[in-house]
C-alpha cells in the first residue's frame, strides 16, 4: 500500500513531529528522529518519562491526530520485550502521505545505545 502512496522526504513533517515532541516535554524524556531514504520513512524512537500502555497509546493517538492526512490512515501497533512500535501510512486523496516507524522504548541503555550510534 504504501508503495502507491508518494513519501518522499516532506521538510514540513519532520517539523511538525519536532513540535508535537516539544510540547510532550513532561510525558516525553528523549527522542531520536531521522528518515530513511531507501525506505521512505520517518523514524522516530521515544523514551518515555513513564512507559505505560495508556500513556503510550495516548501519545500516539495525539501524535496521529496532528500530522495525519485526511484522505486515508492505517497503522499497526507491535509489541515485544524492550518496546511497543506503531507502523502509520497517512495520505491524501492525491497519494502524497508520511510513512513512520514510531517505537516507544522502555529501556533507556537500549535507547542511549541507538542514539550515540545515531
Do not use: W
Not at 57 to 81: G, H, M, P
Request: with cysteine; aromatic share 16%; glycine share 2%.
Amino acid at each position: 500500500m504504501a508503495q502507491s502512496v508518494n513519501c518522499e522526504y516532506e521538510p514540513g513533517i519532520r517539523s511538525e513531529i519536532d513540535s508535537f515532541i516539544e510540547y510532550q516535554n513532561e510525558k516525553i524524556s528523549d527522542f531520536i528522529l531521522n528518515f530513511n531514504k531507501s525506505e521512505k520513512c520517518f523514524c522516530l524512537k521515544i523514551l518515555m518519562t513513564d512507559y505505560e500502555d495508556e500513556k503510550i497509546q495516548t501519545i500516539f493517538q495525539k501524535l496521529v491526530e496532528f500530522i495525519e492526512y485526511k484522505s486515508a490512515t492505517f497503522y499497526i501497533r507491535e509489541e515485544n520485550d524492550y518496546s511497543i512500535e506503531y507502523f502509520l501510512l497517512s495520505s491524501s486523496k492525491a497519494q502524497k502521505g508520511v510513512l513512520l516507524h514510531i517505537e516507544f522504548m522502555s529501556s533507556k541503555e537500549k535507547f542511549y545505545e541507538l542514539k550515540t550510534s545515531a
